[in-house]
Every structure is written in C-alpha cells, then in structure tokens.
C-alpha cells in the first residue's frame, strides 16, 4: 500500500539520491533541467509517495516562462525501479495535478513521452506555437489544460523564470 502525502524537507535528500540513481548525472544536461535551474519547487505541488515508511516516488512542479507569463512546469516525475507498474506515478500525478488545478492556474507543461501523459489528459502542444530555450523533441512537448482556452495564450519564448526576469 501506497501513500501519496506532501513532500517534506525530511524527504530531499532521498529524492535527489532516486533521481540520481534513475536518471544518472546526464539529468543535469537535460533542458528540461535548465528549465527549472536555480528555481524552488512549489512546495505546495510537491509530492511524495510513501510505502512502509520508505520513499518510492516523487513529483514536483517549478514555474517556466512563456512567452513572459509565468506558467506551471510538471516534473520531474519519478518511481523506484521496483515500485514500477503498480499505479504510483499515475497517483502521484493525479495528486500533484489537482492541487495545481486548486491554484486557479490555466495550463501546465511537461517533457516527456506523450502516451503514458495521456493517462491523466496532457495532449502534444503541437509544433512550433512555444520555442524551447534549448533542444526538446517536439512530440515531447505535452499540455493539458484545466480549463477550455487554457493553452489559447501558450506561446513564444520558452524559458526559465530565472531567464525571463528583468536584470
Ligand atoms: C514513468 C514512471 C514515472 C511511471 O511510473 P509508474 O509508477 O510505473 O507508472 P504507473 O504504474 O502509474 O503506470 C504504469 C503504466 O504506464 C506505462 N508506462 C510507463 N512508462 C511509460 C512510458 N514512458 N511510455 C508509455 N507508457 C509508459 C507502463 O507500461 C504501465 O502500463 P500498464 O498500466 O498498461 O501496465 C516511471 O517508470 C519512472 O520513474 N521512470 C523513470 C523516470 C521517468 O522517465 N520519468 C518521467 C520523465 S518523462
């Protein structure tokens, strides 16, 4: 049995210890990790999912700008090898997701591969509306919007909130 309770500060370092052990030093080299350099997680969108007192997976959400609005950024998402395939990340998403919604934001976005999203909504944006700030797969470009016209204003520049900031 799963839990899926907010991220606490006691839960960081096994965090970052599961996204190094999945995603290996090359997740710092990933745009959608320069996306989110240098930017806090929402606290309040971060969440983790807990079995036997143990961490098994985690999911937070950073702000991106676009075209210099600031917009919801989902991720990253990630599930212990052997906790795989038995509904966490779904449920972690599901979470994660409603309590965006709660925000009152529009939209949220995310890298990643568009059937697995597509469990919880998020669709391709399509190409060539948003401009990523460093190379990302086109296909990978997901969206899902809380409310109709969520997406309508989604384009231009797609940055770092760091990057978009006024100097
Ligand atoms: C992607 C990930 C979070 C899924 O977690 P999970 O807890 O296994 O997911 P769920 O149990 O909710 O869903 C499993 C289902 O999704 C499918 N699925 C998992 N990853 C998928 C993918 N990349 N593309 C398509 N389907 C996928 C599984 O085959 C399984 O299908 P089934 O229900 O028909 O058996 C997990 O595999 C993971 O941490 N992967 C490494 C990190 C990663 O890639 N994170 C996402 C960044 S894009």
């Not at 997976?57 to 919801?72: K, Y």
């Not at 409603?98 to 669709?123: E, N, W």
């Amino acid at each position: 049995m799963f839990s899926i309770c907010p991220e606490r500060s006691c839960d960081v370092a096994a965090i970052d210890a599961l996204l190094d052990e999945v995603f290996g030093p090359g997740r710092f080299a990933r745009t959608a990790y320069h996306l989110r350099e240098g930017v806090t997680p929402i606290s309040e969108l971060s969440f983790v999912a807990i079995a036997e007192g143990k961490l098994r997976g985690s999911i937070r959400f950073s702000p991106v700008s676009v075209g210099g609005r600031e917009v919801l950024f989902l991720g990253p998402l990630v599930v212990k090898q052997e906790d795989r395939g038995k509904g966490v990340g779904v449920d972690l998403m599901k979470r994660g997701l409603k309590a965006a919604k709660a925000t009152g934001a529009a939209s949220v976005l995310l890298v990643g591969d568009a059937p697995y999203y597509a469990r919880v909504g998020f669709k391709p944006l399509g190409r060539g509306r948003i401009i990523p700030s460093g190379p990302i797969d086109p296909d990978r470009l997901l969206a899902l919007e809380f409310q109709p016209g969520g997406l309508d204003d989604l384009r231009g520049p797609f940055t770092s909130l760091l990057a978009a900031s006024p100097v």
